[in-house]
């Protein structure tokens, strides 16, 4: 059974950093892309990141572009998001998503919530 | 980008009724539309993909059509467990784009 488990959330102040991680297992990780996906409170989904297998394409969303990084490492079968300059717009749950070229967002994690205020 | 556009908003069911849900590119996407359930509190769930297609375990009531710019979600007979947010998403250009969603609620 797929489960990907996402943590790392938290409350963080405005300009703030913040590395979200998701543990994968269940599947063979090192084959597939992935995707984070978020959800700011009460609204739509929101595509953030995608990264391939080998971590050779990396894309972002305009939003994020130049402030978040997504990594990944194959090995520890984990997926990461590195956040930096935090606003009050990025306050969201964040879910890490499995991603197949012919199916799409096959699998989700629970999510995690992050929250940046002062 | 590709601008999705889902509607309606909202969508007033009766349990057993059927429910159809639209869902507008901006430009062609060939296949690539995949449908997403989500429940409050709950991660989304991939219902169909390539347009038409229903992802492992999903009822055969939940189908899908469309090709090109337009998209539709059928449920044909609606279940308790039916009501819920829809979400359509492309996945044919970057960044990959998702509709507002439609919430399906008891009539």
């Known amino acids: 059974?797929?489960?990907?488990?996402?943590?790392?959330?938290?409350?963080?102040?405005?300009?703030?950093?913040?590395?979200?991680?998701?543990?994968?297992?269940?599947?063979?990780?090192?084959?597939?892309?992935m995707t984070w996906v978020r959800q700011a409170p009460g609204k739509g989904l929101e595509w953030v990141s995608y990264i391939s297998s080998s971590s050779d394409t990396v894309k972002y969303a305009d939003s994020v572009t130049g402030r978040f990084t997504v990594s990944r490492d194959n090995a520890k079968n984990s997926l990461y998001?590195?956040?930096?300059?935090?606003?009050?717009?990025?306050?969201?749950?964040?879910?890490?998503a499995k991603k197949d070229w012919v199916k799409g967002l096959d699998s989700w994690g629970q999510g995690t919530l992050v929250t940046v205020s002062s | 980008e590709v601008v999705m556009t889902q509607s309606p908003a909202t969508l007033s069911v009766s349990p057993g009724e059927r429910a159809t849900l639209s869902c507008r590119a901006s430009q062609s996407l060939s296949s690539n539309l995949a449908w997403y359930q989500q429940k409050p509190g709950q991660a989304p769930r991939l219902l169909i993909y390539g347009a038409s297609t229903r992802a492992t375990g999903?009822?055969?009531?939940?189908?899908?059509?469309?090709?090109?710019?337009?998209?539709?979600?059928?449920?044909?007979?609606?279940?308790?467990?039916?009501?819920?947010?829809?979400?359509?998403?492309?996945?044919?250009?970057?960044?990959?784009?998702?509709?507002?969603?439609?919430?399906?609620?008891?009539?």
Request: charged share 15%.
């Open chain 1, 1 to 33: 059974e797929v489960q990907l488990v996402e943590s790392g959330g938290g409350l963080v102040q405005p300009g703030g950093s913040l590395r979200l991680s998701c543990a994968a297992s269940g599947f063979s990780f090192s084959i597939y892309s």
């Open chain 2, 58 to 107: 999903i009822p055969a009531r939940f189908s899908g059509t469309g090709s090109g710019t337009e998209f539709t979600l059928t449920i044909s007979s609606l279940q308790s467990e039916d009501f819920a947010v829809y979400y359509c998403q492309q996945y044919n250009n970057w960044p990959e784009t998702f509709g507002q969603g439609t919430k399906v609620e008891i009539k």
């Open chain 1, 81 to 96: 998001l590195q956040m930096t300059s935090l606003r009050a717009d990025d306050t969201a749950v964040y879910y890490c």
